[in-house]
């Protein structure tokens, strides 16, 4: 059965890091481009991060840039966010994704169940 599930999540002060890990079946990992979005209280799911298969690819949102790092383990069927630097406008559910396609939009097949992160101040 497909399978994406995250976790890492918590509650953080402002200036503080977490990673994030997404633990996927074979199934919803090989040969996928995967992301994370995130979506706060009352607010759309959007996209943070992204990744090629092969690791050589990847994109951020504007608001994360330079404070978030996507990578992934293909041995291990692992993706990872690594958050530098996190703002309370980081507090949301993350969610790890994977898809055929690296994209910003939210075309993707399989969707984890999320982890909340809360960044106080």
């Known amino acids: 059965q497909a399978q994406l599930v995250e976790s890492g999540g918590g509650l953080v002060l402002a200036g503080g890091s977490l990673r994030l890990s997404c633990a996927a079946s074979g199934r919803t990992f090989g040969g996928n481009a995967m992301a994370w979005f995130r979506q706060a209280p009352g607010k759309e799911r959007k996209f943070v991060a992204g990744?090629?298969?092969?690791?050589?690819?990847?994109s951020y949102a504007d608001s994360v840039k330079g404070r978030f790092t996507i990578s992934r383990d293909n041995a291990k069927n692992m993706l990872y966010l690594q958050m530098n630097s996190l703002k309370p406008e980081d507090t949301a559910v993350y969610y790890c994704?994977?898809?055929?396609?690296?994209?910003?939009?939210?075309?993707?097949?399989?969707w984890g169940q999320g982890t909340q992160v809360t960044v106080s101040s």
């Open positions: 994704a994977a898809g055929v396609v690296l994209t910003k939009d939210h075309d993707y097949h399989y």
């Open positions: 990744i090629s298969w092969s690791g050589s690819s990847t």
